[in-house]
């Protein structure tokens, strides 16, 4: 199995996709903390949890990176749409995440730097 192929999963239980989805949805609200958290607590028991939540953190600090470089550039103007972009990217791709979650599926973010394997 390469790195870049999350292992399949026959059947995931409704406790495990909730956990995943939180894991994406709570970005919106407290950026890496929840799938930190969530992350943390779950890797062991489940890889279903332990895939989503490294990607929720993965993207999470990948978009992390982009807000410093948007506020760096803010005061040369750039950096607002910058910082724009990284909050809809985020937003979109957490919906869509927790979505593909919550129907028991794998999700890879489109951009994101994967730090956490």
Known sequence: MSDQTPPPWNSVNSDDRLFAVFAHLGTIIASFLVPLIIWLVKKDDSAFVDHHGKEALNFQ??????YIAGGLLAPFLIGI???????????VCAIM???KANEGKPYRYPISWRIIK
């Open 61 to 66: 600090i990948t978009i992390f990176l982009g």
């Open 97 to 99: 995440a927790a979505i």
């Open 81 to 91: 749409p910058i910082l724009f972009a990284c909050w809809i990217l985020s937003l």
